[in-house]
């Protein structure tokens, strides 16, 4: 049976682990999955430069290698930091993917998570742009929650965590201002999958 050329074109199709209807920008900063890994982890942060202003483009520099370390002071302190997440929500809902989902993104650092080792090598990042202790748009769970819904249904996702929860002491995102029921509400997984 003949399919339609369109049928192949369609939005709603990943290709190689990229999101079609996120806005592309890749990231020098990741490099291949360990051999038979299984992605069965979302990790959530937040992010924002300098930490608590909203709106600019420095996310998006510095997951690029582009950030112009003497543009701020507070990028002294993160002077040649090489990392990407694959996908970032910002405040007003829109989406942005930097590292395809077949490969390792740079978010997660020293980690661990449902007894293994270095969750990059196994995990899909998401950074909603924001603050720790801040609070997060109606329009971020919307997007978070058609996100993690989309990944869950090209991988076997069976847990979904914060930066916090797979880096206790080290990292404190996306923290308390996060409502983590209002996720578990906007997504129909099994409650065993948050933490
Ligand atoms: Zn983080």
């Known amino acids: 049976m003949r399919v339609p050329?369109?049928?192949h074109t369609s939005p709603a199709h990943w290709q190689q682990g990229w999101h079609p209807q996120?806005?592309?920008?890749?990231?020098?900063?990741?490099?291949?999955r360990p051999a038979g890994a299984c992605i069965d982890l979302i990790v959530l942060h937040s992010i924002s430069l300098p930490p608590g202003q909203y709106g600019g483009d420095a996310v998006q520099r510095l997951f690029t290698n582009q950030l112009d370390w003497d543009a701020h002071p507070y990028f002294q302190s993160i002077r040649g930091l090489e990392?990407?997440?694959h996908f970032y929500i910002r405040r007003d809902g829109s989406l942005w993917q930097f590292v395809s989902c077949d490969e390792r993104a740079w978010h997660a650092?020293?980690?661990q998570y449902r007894g293994r080792p270095n969750c990059n090598d196994d995990s899909i990042g998401i950074e909603l742009e924001g603050l720790?202790?801040?609070?997060f748009e109606d329009a971020q769970y919307q997007q978070l929650a058609d996100l993690c819904r989309e990944i869950r249904h090209h991988y076997p996702i069976a847990h979904v965590a914060g930066h916090e929860h797979i880096a206790p002491g080290r990292k404190l995102d996306p923290g308390p201002g996060f409502?983590?029921?209002r996720l578990k509400q906007l997504l129909d997984f099994p409650p065993q999958v948050f933490p």
């Open 179 to 181: 409502e983590w029921p």
């Open 83 to 85: 990392v990407s997440s």
């Open 22 to 32: 996120a806005q592309r920008l890749v990231s020098p900063n990741f490099g291949p």
């Open 5 to 7: 050329a369109s049928d």
């Open 109 to 111: 650092g020293q980690s």
């Open 132 to 135: 720790e202790g801040d609070t």
